[in-house]
């Protein structure tokens, strides 16, 4: 059963600890995405990448860094320079070779920071 | 700036009933419009796609419109069902890099029984 799998569902973490949220695919996609979501805010950009050792920063990406060692894993890492990182995190995944084709994404990572 | 307003920002109907949500954009030169439903807690999942030179396209019990000449588009959906509860959200992309994609902040729909 081909998915995206976010983990963990909910996260909490003392302000100044950087935190890793973990996202994969089994969709064989070459592109994975990060979006943020908060009450009342359209989803945004984080970062995005279309290959395996590759990334481009979104519209908000100061206070996050990435990776992309495999075509599966795109794990995520809110920094303590992130000034207010308590949101819900969404994992997204493309089939760029599809014209049009749809973001799938996973079931999200809310994340609290105190 | 591009952007992709929708209304409205809440609605709560009877289950059976019909609605319609709305989505008005501004963003350009224009792609596509495709229509995501976000059950709560969940990720968004798409429902259709609408390209350039499509004015209606049904899923099922849901049928979306666009209006390239207005920049608008709308979500109908016929008779209601309790799972149709959820957010729905209208996201605009642009012809200019695949990845250059507006969302709107989408409607919550609640249908109560």
């Known amino acids: 059963d081909g998915g995206i799998t976010q983990s963990p569902k909910y996260l909490f973490r003392k302000e100044g600890q950087n935190v890793t949220l973990s996202c994969e695919q089994n969709l064989n996609h070459d592109a994975m995405y990060w979006y943020r979501q908060d009450p009342g805010q359209g989803l945004r950009l984080i970062y995005y990448s279309q290959i395996v050792n590759d990334f481009q920063k979104g519209d908000i990406a100061e206070g996050y860094s990435v990776s992309r060692e495999k075509k599966e894993s795109f794990p995520l890492t809110v920094t303590s320079a992130q000034k207010n990182p308590t949101a819900f995190y969404l994992c997204?995944?493309?089939?760029?070779?599809?014209?049009?084709?749809?973001?799938?994404f996973g079931n999200g990572t809310r994340l609290t920071v105190t | 700036k591009n952007q992709v307003e929708q209304s409205p920002q809440s609605l709560i109907i009877l289950e059976g009933k019909n609605c319609t949500l709305q989505?008005?954009?501004?963003?350009?030169?224009?792609?596509?419009l495709r229509w995501y439903k976000q059950d709560t807690g969940r990720g968004p999942v798409s429902l259709t796609i609408?390209?350039?030179?499509?004015n209606t396209k049904s899923n099922g019990r849901y049928t979306a419109t666009l209006d390239a000449d207005t920049k608008q588009s709308s979500l109908h959906i016929t008779a209601s069902q309790l799972s149709d509860s959820a957010s729905y959200i209208c996201v605009v992309r642009s012809l200019f890099g695949n990845e250059k994609l507006t969302f709107g902040t989408g409607t919550r729909l609640t249908i109560i029984p």
């Open positions: 997204a995944s493309r089939d760029r070779g599809l014209g049009n084709s749809p973001l799938h």
């Open positions: 609408m390209t350039f030179s499509e």
């Open positions: 989505c008005n954009y501004t963003v350009s030169p224009f792609s596509n």
